[in-house]
């Protein structure tokens, strides 16, 4: 086991070309432009390739390409990039590809887009939200593995924080469970057979052959979904068997959250703290567990108030939630602004617990 000092972007490329990713291709945009510098750094010597593509369309339009050959392969952007991705990440996940997405985000709004999407028709992406470097590394190789597993795209969502802090950590490849040959790829292996394979979204076969038409190939993209909400929910909670307060965060401000609620808990304050990893399928009913005994529940978020909608589907309206997050960043509108501050997190999370409702976002 060796730790290494290294910014977030570069244990994530590096996270990610151990778990065999081959190709990626992107389009610039501050803070996802030092993960795309990292992918054209590490993927050569490796035999793989990084494109810096003329838009984001291309990009996608490129890893569909790689994608359907069998390679491991991934796109990114933030999340106005990823905005011009919407349609070809819901055709992708009909067609069921197993996509690697990197979302660094410009602060912390892209929570709606990650979790519903822009796209079209009964798709779901699974989304899995690291708290800082070390998790990345874990997540980005288990996001590659996922993929393949269920046939269906993964967005690792990161931002500015993790893009650019410098931490010790470990890439080491890990280990998974074997999964199933890729016998959908076209690999070019059934040329000229006249049973040659089709990748589309819509569940139709090559001419003259049987397929299952787009109903009956959408309800079991729905099947497979409702397997994967059974299968894949992930999350860290703390403190809540006592707790009055539950604070719910997800990301890097997760990490302000935790430091600030245990100074706060060494006063005697009864809060606890609720992350969920996987922002989809969202945990709820770990999050009604651990809110049982609380009286009211909080939500941080960098934005004007996202994920406080999927806290309250979760909770029935059981306890009140609030948000205490907002609007934060700097001058440049993608970076770490004001209220991502350990003792304005502690003030925002001690007045919910005296039971203030009003914030400003």
Known sequence: MTRQLMEGSEAMAQAAVAAGCRFFAGYPMTPFTELLEHFAVKLPPEGGTCINAESELEAVGMTWGALATGARAATGSTGQGLALMQESFSEMTLAGLPLVIFNMSRGQSDYYQATRGGGHGDYRHIVLAPADSAEAVELTQLAFHLADQWRNPVLI??????????????????????????????????????????????????????????????????????EIAKCEVRFHSEWTEDAELIVVAFGTPARFVRYAVRELREQGLKIGVFRPI?????????????????????????????????????????????????????????????????????????????????FDA
């Open 157 to 226: 969502y990161g931002d500015y924080l993790l893009a650019h802090t410098y931490e010790a950590v470990d890439v080491e490849k890990r280990s998974f469970p074997p999964l199933p040959e890729k016998d959908w790829a076209v690999d070019g292996s059934r040329n000229g057979s006249g049973n040659s394979r089709l990748l589309t979204p819509l569940g139709l076969g090559k001419h003259g052959h049987a397929s299952p038409g787009p109903e009956a190939h959408w309800k079991s993209v729905a099947a497979r979904h409702r």
């Open 278 to 358: 996987t922002l989809w399928p969202f945990p709820a009913d770990a999050l009604s567990a651990a809110c049982h005994g609380a009286r009211r529940a909080a939500v941080f978020e960098i934005n004007a108030g996202q994920m406080i909608d999927d806290v309250r589907l979760s909770l029935e309206g059981r306890i009140p939630s609030v948000s205490i997050g907002g609007i934060s960043t700097d001058s440049s509108g993608f970076g770490v602004g004001d209220l991502l501050n350990a003792d304005t997190v502690r003030q925002r999370i001690e007045a919910a617990y005296r039971g203030e409702e009003s």
